[in-house]
Structures are given as structure tokens and as C-alpha cells.
């Protein structure tokens, strides 16, 4: 009798033995009997919440630690909660962080693109008081401004559509190109490029015909370093030139040139450090 209640005792730990290491090895199921992977959270109004940390940069693993004393293992997560503004590429941002075993890298791309776009149309005149015609919606009265979200590397593109106006009448055809300047200004920093719109009239077709606004794309694209947080104030400008053998020189009339008739001019900001 005795033998055999030491047998059943010896059969119920082997088998408490085998719940155990079973259970170790399970998956485990939260608001679910019947978990699809290691860790299945079933909820349809509730979600995971990441612990939240303040990181100072993302090449420190600190305030982050290994509770078993040795350095962070590679797939660490955590929900960064804090701003810096250094202007490095190593600031940090909130939003999810994944330890990669030598620094922090966003879990979702950072991402940030804005467009700034003339508001009408501008006819210019190469005698403009001040030289400079402020690109409506985006001249110096419009006060534009960018504020960065990330500090690193963007991407600015201007692009701008300039024709020329029409050609003095002289009883002949006459080719002549009608031109000007940009001038882009960032941050009290200005970029100028120049364009030109050939214009024709030629007093053989239907009893003279002009044949102006022929537009021609010029574009500059500049690569700076922004800081996050930071607000950049920007405008765009034009210098018409004086056009020998158009309309009052192009100065007023209908020898004005044209910009953004048909296709406005516009900036564009754009992150691109990732």
C-alpha cells in the first residue's frame, strides 16, 4: 500500500513538472483564450501603451537601462516624450525609439513636406521702383514662414514660369528674348537665378500676329540644415530687365512680361535627412 501511494506521488509531480514547463513555453493570451503568437492583446477600444522616457540624443542609451545590469539589447522600445533643438542629426523628436545596439532610430520615418504657391498671376515692368516685384502670395508683404519639425538636412525647391511680352509692330518677323531675375531669400539669405521667354511677331500672318507668354520653367533647389522648432521666414522676387525691341521696353503695356499665367510658381520644403 505503501509503494503504491509513493508511486501516484511521484507521477503527480512528473506531471505538475510537465504543467510547468508547458505553461514556460506557452503563448500568452490577453482578453483571449487563444493567442496567435507569443504575446496576442485582444481589445477593440484600448491601446498598448510603450513605457515613456525622456531621451537627450539619440546616441545615449540613458535614461534607459537593462535591469539585468549589462547594456540594451538590440529591439529595445520605448515612446520618447522629449524635444531637443541642437541642430544635430542626433536630436530626438517624441515618438516610438528602437535601440538598435549602437544608437536610437525612429520607428516610423520622420516626415514633413510643405508647399507655398503663387496666388495670381504678375505682369512685370523692367522699371519697377525698387527693382524687385514682390511673386503674390509669396513676396516680402506675404511674410511666409516655415517652422522645422526635425533638425537636419532639407530639401527646398523654387520653381517659377516666366514669359515675355509681345514685340514691337515694325511691319516684319522679329525673334528677341525677354528677361529677368529671381532672387529666393531664406532666412535673410538670398539665391538669385536668371530666365528668359523668347517672344516673336511676325506681320505676315493674319495680318501681324504677337506671339508672347511662351512660358519657360527656371527652378534653383538648395540643401540646408534646419533646426527643429526653428521658424524660417522666405519670399520670392523678380527683376525684369530692360527688353530692347518689346512694348515700351517692357516696361509697362503689353511688352510686360508674365509670370505664373498658366502654371504658378511655388516652394517647396521638404525633409529628406531619412
Request: glycine share 10%.
Amino acid at each position: 500500500m505503501k509503494r503504491t501511494t509513493i508511486l501516484l506521488y511521484n507521477l503527480f509531480l512528473f506531471s505538475l513538472v510537465l504543467s510547468v514547463c508547458s505553461l514556460s513555453y506557452a503563448q500568452v493570451g490577453i482578453n483571449t483564450k487563444t493567442p496567435n503568437g507569443i504575446l496576442d492583446i485582444s481589445n477593440t477600444t484600448q491601446g498598448f501603451v510603450y513605457p515613456n522616457v525622456a531621451l537627450t540624443i539619440t546616441t545615449d542609451e540613458a535614461p534607459v537601462i537593462n535591469p539585468n545590469g549589462a547594456s540594451l539589447v538590440v529591439g529595445t522600445v520605448v515612446y520618447n516624450t522629449n524635444t531637443t533643438s541642437t541642430g544635430s542629426v542626433t536630436d530626438v523628436h517624441p515618438g516610438v525609439y528602437v535601440w538598435d545596439g549602437s544608437e536610437w532610430t525612429i520607428h516610423f520615418k520622420k516626415r514633413q513636406a510643405e508647399i507655398f504657391e503663387q496666388t495670381s498671376s504678375l505682369r512685370t515692368e523692367s522699371n519697377f521702383a525698387g527693382d524687385w516685384q514682390d511673386i503674390p502670395g509669396i513676396g516680402v508683404s506675404d511674410s511666409k514662414t516655415f517652422s522645422a519639425k526635425y533638425s537636419g538636412l532639407y530639401k527646398i525647391e523654387v520653381k517659377t514660369n516666366y514669359g515675355g511680352g509681345d514685340m514691337i509692330d515694325n511691319g516684319d518677323t522679329n525673334v528677341a528674348p525677354e528677361e529677368g531675375e529671381f532672387r529666393f531669400t531664406f532666412d535673410g539669405t538670398s539665391y538669385t537665378f536668371s530666365t528668359k521667354s523668347y517672344s516673336t511677331y511676325n506681320a505676315n500672318v493674319n495680318g501681324g500676329t504677337y506671339y508672347s507668354d511662351i512660358w519657360k520653367e527656371s527652378y534653383i533647389t538648395l540643401y540646408l540644415n534646419l533646426t527643429a522648432t526653428a521658424t524660417y521666414s522666405f519670399y520670392l522676387e523678380f527683376d525684369q530687365f530692360n527688353a530692347d525691341g518689346f512694348v515700351s521696353s517692357g516696361n509697362s503695356g503689353n511688352g510686360r512680361g508674365y509670370i505664373g499665367t498658366d502654371i504658378p510658381c511655388f516652394i517647396e520644403i521638404t525633409y529628406i535627412d531619412e
